[in-house]
């Protein structure tokens, strides 16, 4: 499992690297303008729909699916290949629909998202918006059979492709971003953006999807589960009740995916603050995938494993260590972030980006978004858990507890402390406080499915916070170079860099050291 996870981990820091370069360069090449925020709201609208149906539940539900139908029964992979390729079937089915209809919507979507775009723009902000919703409709689909070949290879414990891949896609769409600024021009606001600028950006970022697509298909039938879409779903009782789960489960990713459109849309209020709030939220679930998600990731086919042959004190105990070993990995980079969060929104402001304000806020975002992939990490493998047990009551309880606690706290902010220039961190605040919350719920929830056995161990958090500690002295020094010796982006980078390397040796040493006197004893 430590080495899935690391592969995992491996990958996606590549994968979650680059998407958030991707992030940065529209920002550098579209700048704190309405078109970037147009840009970036509407680019992550396919996403978005595609998560109110699918999402990460797509995983979730099929990975114990598939490995149910090919050990569980016997029957090899020949009832895996049955039981995916009904499900994609039906899910296929689903996201031609929800294409079509993001299509229709598009006009209303549009003007949802040019809201705050003053009066004389307006209209023209709105032409753009719905020229470039319909280019990228068809990432809809894309993403849908993106999710399961992903799930494919998860369930035979292959990881990397899975991962990975996306860096293709991330780095495609940053080409067609440098190439729309080379031939129409960068910084352009609404009034002066040409139209073929939109149709560029909107069909070369559908393509760079397609691209991504065919390597995660590539990987599918790498592993001898390739995903080819089957219908006729009553022919198969597994496929059926899979599907069931899945339908049952569409509030966990829709709740998400609401979060985050709501986000976007009072983010867009703010010229390039859709541009901060993106970045900030990779930040957050890119640390997260490459820590504590990694390790939730990596786990899945074998808690799944367990609870199929009725393993409880198995179950259990593969729970209790990945709890471990999530909350150990995403240690480190929350004390890294949180205290270099001004340095890393600095280091990253680049070209018209660089503006101070929103420099100052991207840097306060970080520091949230430091403690939020902890709490985000720890959220999706209780949910990882709980799904592998085939319980999908326990995470829709948990989004719909995540949702309100996050509108909630937005809406509160906005009351009682209404300043336009904490919009952005109120925003990361109420997101990560309704993760938070989630993460309660799902915990509750692993916790009634493995008694008596341990929900935690005592030592195992002894253990993390010793760990920790030992970070202590590099990251003081680092801060005080930087304070004090720093004079300029590329020393500031060695620092960070230096910083880094050192905090993490020194934890690993530390963790390492305790882990062998534990054995010993």
């Known amino acids: 499992m430590r080495r899935s996870a690391l592969g995992v981990a491996v990958w996606t820091l590549l994968s979650r690297v680059t998407g958030m370069a991707r992030v940065l360069v529209a920002g550098g090449v579209l700048g704190p303008t309405y078109t970037a925020n147009i840009f970036q709201a509407s680019n992550t609208l396919p996403n978005n729909v595609y998560t109110v149906f699918a999402g990460p539940i797509v995983a979730m539900v099929v990975v114990p699916s598939v490995v149910h139908a090919s050990t569980g029964t016997g029957a090899g992979l020949g009832q895996a290949r049955e039981v995916l390729g009904r499900v994609a079937g039906r899910l296929l089915t689903v996201a031609g629909l929800a294409t079509v209809g993001l299509v229709l919507l598009s006009p209303a979507l549009a003007w949802s998202l040019v809201l705050g775009v003053p009066g004389p723009d307006r209209s023209r902000a709105w032409l753009l918006a719905l020229v470039l919703i319909v280019c990228v409709a068809p990432q809809v689909v894309l993403y849908t059979a993106i999710s399961l070949a992903q799930a494919a290879q998860q369930s035979r414990d292959r990881f990397a492709l899975a991962a990975g891949a996306s860096t293709l896609e991330n780095l495609a769409t940053i080409a067609v971003v440098v190439a729309a600024g080379a031939m129409f021009g960068s910084g352009l606001d609404v009034a002066h953006t040409p139209l073929a600028m939109v149709i560029w950006l909107g069909v070369g970022s559908t393509v760079a999807v397609l691209i991504h697509a065919g390597l995660q298909f590539y990987g599918a039938a790498r592993v001898g589960l390739?995903?080819?879409?089957?219908?006729?779903?009553?022919?198969?009782?597994?496929?059926?009740r899979c599907v069931r789960r899945i339908a049952r489960s569409m509030s966990v990713?829709?709740?998400?995916?609401?979060?985050?459109?709501?986000?976007?849309?009072?983010?867009?209020?703010?010229?390039?603050?859709?541009?901060?709030?993106?970045?900030?939220?990779?930040?957050?679930?890119?640390?997260?995938?490459?820590?504590?998600?990694?390790?939730?990731?990596?786990?899945?086919?074998?808690?799944?494993?367990?609870?199929?042959?009725?393993?409880?004190?198995g179950f259990a105990a593969a729970w209790r260590k990945c709890l471990h070993y999530a909350t150990l990995a995403a240690l480190p980079p929350l004390c890294l972030l949180m205290l270099f969060a001004p340095t890393v929104a600095d280091l990253v402001s680049q070209g018209e980006l660089a503006d101070r304000v929103l420099v100052t806020e991207l840097g306060a975002c970080l520091a949230i978004a430091a403690v939020g992939q902890l709490v985000a990490g720890i959220h999706d493998l209780g949910r990882r858990a709980l799904f592998a047990r085939l319980d999908d009551r326990g995470p829709r309880r948990a989004s719909l507890v995540a949702f309100f606690v996050s509108v909630l706290v937005a809406g509160l902010a906005a009351l009682l402390h209404p300043d336009p220039t904490t919009?952005?961190?109120?925003?990361?605040?109420?997101?990560?406080?309704?993760?938070?919350?989630?993460?309660?719920?799902?915990?509750?929830?692993?916790?009634?499915?493995?008694?008596?056995?341990?929900?935690?161990?005592?030592?195992?958090?002894?253990?993390?916070?010793?760990?920790?500690l030992a970070m202590s002295p590099a990251l003081a020094a680092g801060f005080w170079l930087i304070r004090h010796v720093g004079s300029g982006r590329l020393v500031d980078l060695a620092v960070l860099a230096g910083t880094t390397a050192v905090a993490i040796a020194l934890f690993l040493w530390c963790s390492v050291a305790l882990g062998r006197r534990q054995m010993t004893s």
């Open 226 to 240: 390739l995903v080819i879409p089957r219908w006729g779903l009553n022919r198969s009782e597994e496929a059926q």
């Open 253 to 313: 990713p829709a709740k998400s995916a609401a979060t985050s459109y709501l986000v976007a849309a009072i983010a867009a209020s703010v010229p390039g603050g859709v541009t901060v709030i993106q970045f900030a939220s990779q930040v957050s679930n890119g640390v997260s995938f490459i820590a504590a998600r990694a390790v939730s990731m990596a786990a899945m086919p074998r808690l799944a494993t367990a609870a199929a042959a009725g393993d409880l004190p």
């Open 423 to 468: 919009t952005l961190i109120t925003l990361m605040m109420a997101m990560v406080v309704g993760e938070a919350a989630g993460a309660v719920m799902v915990l509750a929830g692993v916790r009634r499915h493995i008694r008596p056995e341990r929900l935690a161990d005592a030592g195992t958090g002894a253990h993390a916070l010793l760990a920790t």
